[in-house]
């Protein structure tokens, strides 16, 4: 689904992605070959999409959510959802549940 997505748009990852990214990678140019800066545009994360992230995992705290840690998806989500990027996912029940307004792919 990535090289499809590559030979039609340009893709963007934040500091979240990088960092969930880099763990499949020894050094930080290691990663820097297999995600060029002039396929991947690396954007820094909005404010208003931190204020959207937490309202979301508020919502997911209430609906007795278990998970204690799951606060980088939310914000993965809402960045999508303040800047209108379609997201491609493997955990498309949460950003549906969470983000509905988002266009998702999901492999």
């Known amino acids: 689904m990535l090289a499809k ?3 039609e748009d340009i893709v ?4 979240i992605n990088f960092a969930e990214i880099s763990i499949a990678f020894k ?3 290691e990663l820097d070959k ?3 800066s002039h396929l991947f545009v690396r954007e820094a994360l909005p404010w208003e999409a931190a204020f959207i992230a937490g309202k979301a995992f508020l919502t997911y705290r ?3 959510g278990q998970k204690k840690t799951p606060l980088p998806d939310f914000y ?3 960045h999508a959802q303040v800047c209108n990027y379609t997201l491609l996912t ?5 950003y549906r549940t969470y983000f509905p307004k988002i266009r ?3 492999p």
Not at 90 to 94: A, K, P, Q, T, Y
């Open 12 to 15: 963007k990852i934040n500091p």
């Open 5 to 7: 997505f590559l030979d």
């Open 27 to 29: 050094t930080p140019s």
């Open 104 to 106: 998702l792919v999901s």
């Open 76 to 78: 993965i989500g809402a």
């Open 62 to 64: 209430r609906q007795k």
């Open 34 to 36: 297999y995600f060029p």
């Open 90 to 94: 493997r955990d498309s029940v949460r």
